[in-house]
């Protein structure tokens, strides 16, 4: 089972990316690809790749009338993150309505990964994803003890999890504590051989999850 979401914030050939395909569960657009690229370019990338799930990821955080207009720009895509810190009515429940209309799923922000992240709104921000039940969560691979706790509270809601190599955590870390799936972008696209790195970096994360198994929270 192919447990990596590529984060794609730089341009990453489709040959590359055809390679890639069968090794990754997701593909996640950053923002920066976008501005480097265009929508029609990444809209036409996109088209070409045969991978299980698309997310856009532009972390959206404004009322729900100007992320509707942005999403609806991109309904190439399976599913968008957005930020939960802005609340539910007339933000997240109109994106949410919006999507479940256009049977897309919304993932929202719960922890960074990055050490300034504040964890003292934790329990606000867990309420909005009470409300909200979103297809899924993200949450730093550099806080495994939040991974496992969310996984006991919100056990049928996916977490997928970023900060895994450049940022520090290790391959695997955040999924043997109850992540569905580990965000990897620079330690994939930066290497001189993205497609080896890639399938290394599944090795050693399947090693890692064979002997973490029984440990994982159900
Ligand atoms: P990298 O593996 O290159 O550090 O990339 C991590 C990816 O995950 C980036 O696309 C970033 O936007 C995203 N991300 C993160 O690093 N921390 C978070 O808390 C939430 C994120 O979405």
């Known amino acids: 089972k192919n447990r990596v979401i590529l984060a794609m914030d730089k341009y990453i050939p489709l040959e590359i990316l055809s390679e890639i395909e069968s090794e990754v569960y997701g593909l996640k657009i950053g923002l920066p690809l976008v501005l480097d690229l265009g929508l029609e370019k990444v809209r036409n990338l996109v088209k070409e790749v045969n991978i299980e799930e698309i997310i856009v990821d532009f972390k959206l955080a404004d009322i729900g009338y100007v992320m509707k207009s942005v999403v609806e720009k991109m309904l190439f895509a399976d599913s968008f993150i957005a930020h939960s810190f802005i609340g539910v009515k007339g933000s997240l429940d109109e994106l949410k309505s919006y999507l479940d ?31 909200i039940n979103p297809k899924g969560i993200v949450i730093g691979a550099t806080k495994t003890d939040l991974i496992s706790s969310f996984k006991r509270e919100f056990s049928s809601i996916k977490i997928i999890s970023p900060g895994v190599g450049v940022q ?51």
Request: aromatic letters at 8%.
């Open 101 to 131: 209309e256009k049977g897309k799923g919304l993932y929202l922000v719960a922890s960074m990964s990055h050490s300034g992240w504040n964890n003292s709104f934790l329990s606000y921000i867990k309420e909005v994803i009470k409300e």
């Open 168 to 218: 520090g955590a290790n391959y695997g870390d955040a999924i043997c504590a109850g992540a569905d799936f580990e965000i990897i972008g620079r330690s994939i696209y930066t290497a001189k051989d993205p497609v080896n790195q890639l399938k290394s970096i599944n090795k050693i994360i399947e090693d890692r999850v064979m002997n973490c198994k029984g440990r994982v929270p159900k």
